[in-house]
């Protein structure tokens, strides 16, 4: 399954029933899961692993040193987990010592044309990354977070699960779950209600959310006097937990 064009290096490892479309270039240190079909045009190098029933299409490159003047050309890691599907033109980079040293993508997320994903980033699973979003250097992203097309974000920034950030944003501090951002810089605009049913949240549970959400952003309750409000509900919404545990570690203040 393996195009004659494509250079394959003899020490990479690559699993059964994986595609390699034409001119395709896979390094030493690269590690291929089985049923991963890789299109043509793709670059897949640095100490790169990929696992299982990945789509990856063409011109991407994967596993490309960081952008990042620190870094030396240690043998820093792209770590990519499974079902993923990432479109045409996306750039993950490898980490940096300076953080851990591995950029990490989760299970079952929809990457988009000309995504980019910048080292030492760790995302989650079942995120989706509309065409042109990136992402600076050390950035989380939580489960189930929508980026839109061409949105950006900032550097050691947090995206919350289940967020929504519309297209053409700029996130310049961290975004908490369930919450909606826009603008530039963005700021909040409710929370991602139609996310949440389509995911199987109970009304009860959307509620609370809003709930939580009008005591930080509408209340005008200091944050410190916001969290602890927020704490008790989530003692009755299990929901909120997440919630309240996000606000209350913000390294870069959050979007407000």
Known sequence: MIHPTAIVHANARIGDDVEIGPYSIIGEHVEVGNGTRIGPHVVIDGHTRIG???????????GGEPQDKKYAGEPTRLEIGDRN?????????TGTIQDGGATR???????????????DCQVGSHTIFANNASLAGHVHVGDWAILSGFSGVHQFVRVGEHSFCSANALLLQDLPPYVTAAGQPASPHGINSEGLRRRGFTPEAISA??????????SGLSLAEAREKIDAIAAEHSEIRLFADFIGVSGRGLVR
Do not use: P, V
Request: a positive charge.
């Open 52 to 62: 299982r029933d990945n789509r990856i299409f063409q011109f991407c490159s994967l």
């Open 85 to 93: 599907t990432i479109r045409e033109s996306c750039t993950f980079s």
């Open 105 to 119: 993508i989760g299970n079952d997320n929809w990457i988009m044309a000309y995504a980019h994903i910048a080292h």
């Open 209 to 218: 959310i809003k709930k939580a959400y009008r005591t930080l952003y509408r």
